[in-house]
T-cell receptor, first 111, second 117 residues
Framework: KQEVTQIPAALSVPEGENLVLNCSFT??????LQWFRQDPGKGLTSLLL?????REQTSGRLNASLDKSSGRSTLYIAASQPGDSATYLC??????????FGTGTSLTVIP | GAVVSQHPSWVICKSGTSVKIECRSL??????MFWYRQFPKQSLMLMAT?????????EQGVEKDKFLINHASLTLSTLTVTSAHPEDSSFYIC?????????????FGPGTRLTVL
């Protein structure tokens, strides 16, 4: 069974700092990996989707990388802002379309 | 991107009653939808996969008689929590699968907060 772990569980940084969130998964047979943002009591907002054949994806201040062989992905956030405060979830999708979600990283950006 | 809606966004009910949650794909047709449950400070757990016109596939440990899923059309799936109890209180999120640009992608609804008194 696929297990997805995110480290750290919580992170607090001052505004303007660059930061990295980590995601690891146990089964490298994935279809793709997706990073989501979840605000308190809200649903999921998709941030970046990386196909299994890709190494990274970028969107604005966000960059996600994927190393399928080692079972790792990172989400890099540049020049963090208070509005970035949220829980960040990574999810891996197997060929059978089932999503396995990570445990999440709760990010707080201090003004 | 594609939009998925859920209704209601929150519901409070008495123990023993049944609650229906709707999930709609607004601008695409979804042959497959998924239902997730999220307990406080925990991640999303897949409950079941809903396929249009056929029975849902439930994950291990999820009671199919308690969580009734109906996917009667290509844009609507419903989850009915029967005889709800306080331990069913949770955040329920659905997602719908769209095939666009040569790849499948899942889009998530905003979630439904269920509180059972």
């Amino acid at each position: 069974k696929q297990e997805v772990t995110q480290i750290p569980a919580a992170l607090s940084v001052p505004e303007g700092e660059n930061l990295v969130l980590n995601c690891s998964f146990t089964d490298s047979a994935i279809y793709n990996l997706q990073w989501f943002r979840q605000d308190p009591g809200k649903g999921l907002t998709s941030l970046l989707l990386i196909q299994s054949s890709q190494r990274e994806q970028t969107s604005g201040r966000l960059n996600a990388s994927l190393d399928k062989s080692s079972g790792r992905s990172t989400l890099y956030i540049a020049a963090s802002q208070p509005g970035d405060s949220a829980t960040y979830l990574c999810a891996v999708r197997r060929v059978g379309n089932q999503f396995y979600f990570g445990t999440g990283t709760s990010l707080t950006v201090i003004p | 991107g594609a939009v998925v809606s859920q209704h209601p966004s929150w519901v409070i009910c008495k123990s023993g009653t049944s609650v229906k949650i709707e999930c709609r794909s607004l601008d695409f047709q979804a042959t497959t939808m998924f239902w997730y449950r999220q307990f406080p400070k925990q991640s999303l757990m897949l409950m079941a996969t809903s396929n249009e016109g056929s029975k849902a596939t439930y994950e291990q440990g999820v009671e199919k008689d308690k969580f009734l899923i109906n996917h009667a059309s290509l844009t609507l799936s419903t989850l009915t929590v029967t005889s709800a109890h306080p331990e069913d209180s949770s955040f329920y999120i659905c997602s719908a699968r769209d095939f666009a640009g040569g790849t499948y992608e899942q889009f998530f609804g905003p979630g439904t907060r269920l509180t059972v008194l």
